[in-house]
Structures are given as C-alpha cells and as structure tokens.
C-alpha cells in the first residue's frame, strides 16, 4: 500500500525505517513531479492532493521524526520550505496554505520518513480542514513546562 513503510518496525519510542514510499522516491525507484531538489531535499507534488500545488518536501535524510533529523537536515528544510511556499502562492494564485507535518502514528503520521506538506487553501471546500479542540491552560503548570523544555533543548 502506497503511503506505509514496507521493512520497518515500530517501538514505543519511534519507528525504524529500512524501506518507504519517500525512500524509493528519493532513490528514483519510483517516479515523481519533481518540483525541487538538491543535495540534502526533494519536493515533489503529492499524488492525492488536498487541493491543486498541495506538495511535499521531504530531508534526503532517513528519519522516521523531526526529533530524530540532524540539525543539518532540518536546516536545509528550513531554507527551502519558505522558498516552495512562495513559489506555490504565485502558482496558484492562492495565497493561504497549510503546513503539515506529523510525528508518529498516533500523530496521524502515515509515511515514516519526515515530510512537511505545503497545501493551498484555495476555499473552505477545498485543501485541509482542520479540528482544534482547545484546552484551557494553568499558567503556573505552563511555567513549570517552559522551564522544564528550556533546560531540555540542547
């Protein structure tokens, strides 16, 4: 199936990738409309849109999540994610997009190869719908988060 990794096993921690749909792109194993690439990223059209431009851009780089890529990798998609979001604006004459990008499977993830998806939101009829259940936050709890994160970020 289109979209599962096909040699990979999964842990409670994270998932171990050998064979994905994304690394058979990247290998040219299986085809794709190009829209960028260079030596650390490829971006390509995604073959179910959401809504017409709707791509991906995936790091050359085999991680299953953001929390696994080298800062090196994560750089070069930063660069260029800005870059592909102009370039779709002005092609689609669509100005508002989403950017998606999931972390493991009960985060939605579908392919375990890190991959951001750059959708134009042409109408409400038309790219990704989103749900978001908010919750009301304690702020002496979101203090003691923060600085617990803080001391963690390396």
């Known amino acids: 199936m289109l979209g599962t990794s096909t040699h990979a096993t999964f842990s409670d921690t994270h998932m171990v990738m050998t064979d994905t749909l994304f690394s058979r792109i990247i290998d040219g194993s299986i085809p794709c409309h190009k829209v960028y690439e260079d030596p650390y990223v490829l971006a390509f059209l995604d073959i179910n849109p959401l809504s017409i431009g709707h791509t991906l851009l995936i790091p050359k780089e085999a991680k299953a999540t953001m929390g696994e890529l080298s800062d090196?990798?994560?750089?070069?998609?930063?660069?260029?994610?800005p870059r592909i979001c102009r370039a779709i604006c002005e092609e689609t004459d669509c100005q508002d997009y989403n950017i998606l990008q999931n972390n493991g499977r009960a985060?939605?993830?579908?392919?375990?190869?890190?991959?951001?998806h750059i959708i134009p939101k042409p109408s409400s009829q038309e790219g990704l719908g989103v749900r978001w259940p908010t919750k009301d936050m304690d702020h002496q709890e979101g203090a003691a988060m923060a600085l617990r994160l803080k001391n963690r970020i390396l």
């Open 72 to 81: 090196e990798s994560a750089a070069a998609l930063g660069r260029v994610l």
């Open 107 to 116: 985060a939605h993830q579908a392919v375990f190869h890190v991959h951001f």
